[in-house]
């Protein structure tokens, strides 16, 4: 079955660092996503991607994270100015059309900001 | 904005029994979905029961959906040992047009062989 790849699976970082997190969607999805989950946590949504643009993003999703698709495979999630509660599991996940409500999830980043 | 809450927060059984989580939201849905996830890992699609739909089955897995009362159930019978992972329930949000799915904080089920 296709899946959703994340690299890297575990990222470390220093404060105020920036940190690039990639994600390659299933080659034929439409929606993109990103979603973070604090070990113990819920999943909370942080921005959902279609048509080249954000379509909608939550209150996580501040001036200091951004998406991009730069080519027609990868999505990716920058945070400019990585704090220490920015620690977290970075979830990519796709989705074929509006009509196809099923999410593919990938397995995820670990960021570690010290 | 919609936020879907299980419970229990965690429960321990025995393989063979019978493991049942409630999820409850607050507004409006087009569907519901659960997702299971293995400790450190992705969230993996087990099934979506639509708002007209009352309740699903699929193999082991059995849905129930009250939109009056604004709360679904998973029933998971016979359970196994490979069953232990973390289930959340996710709804599509009605303000984001139903594109974005919030997931509630998980139950987290543990089966012992």
């Known amino acids: 079955e296709p899946e959703v790849t994340q690299t890297p699976s575990h990222q470390v970082t220093q404060m105020g660092q920036e940190v690039i997190l990639r994600c390659v969607p299933i080659?034929?999805?439409?929606?993109f996503y990103w979603y973070r989950q604090i070990l113990g946590q819920k999943v909370e949504f942080l921005v959902s991607?279609?048509?080249?643009?954000?379509?909608?993003k939550s209150e996580i999703f501040d001036d200091q994270f951004s998406v991009e698709r730069p080519d027609g495979s990868n999505f990716t999630l920058k945070i400019r100015s990585t704090k220490l509660e920015d620690s977290a599991m970075y979830f990519c996940?796709?989705?074929?059309?509006?009509?196809?409500?099923?999410?593919?999830f990938g397995s995820g980043t670990q960021l570690s900001v010290l | 904005s919609q936020q879907g809450e299980e419970d229990p927060q965690a429960l321990s059984i025995q393989e063979g029994e019978n493991a049942t989580m409630n999820c409850s939201y607050k507004?409006?849905?087009?569907?519901l979905q659960w997702y299971r996830q293995n400790s450190g890992r992705g969230l993996v699609h087990l099934i979506l029961?639509?708002?007209?739909?009352r309740e699903k089955h699929s193999g082991r897995l059995r849905v129930t959906l009250d939109t009056s009362k604004k709360s679904s159930s998973l029933l998971i019978t016979a359970s196994r040992a490979a069953d232990t992972a973390s289930y959340f329930c996710a709804t599509d949000d009605e303000a984001s047009g139903y594109s974005t799915l919030t997931f509630g904080k998980g139950t987290m089920l543990l089966v012992s062989p």
């Open positions: 507004t409006s849905i087009n569907n």
């Open positions: 029961i639509r708002s007209n739909e």
């Open positions: 991607f279609y048509n080249n643009e954000i379509s909608e």
């Open positions: 996940a796709s989705r074929e059309s509006l009509g196809h409500e099923k999410l593919f």
């Open positions: 080659s034929n999805h439409l929606y």
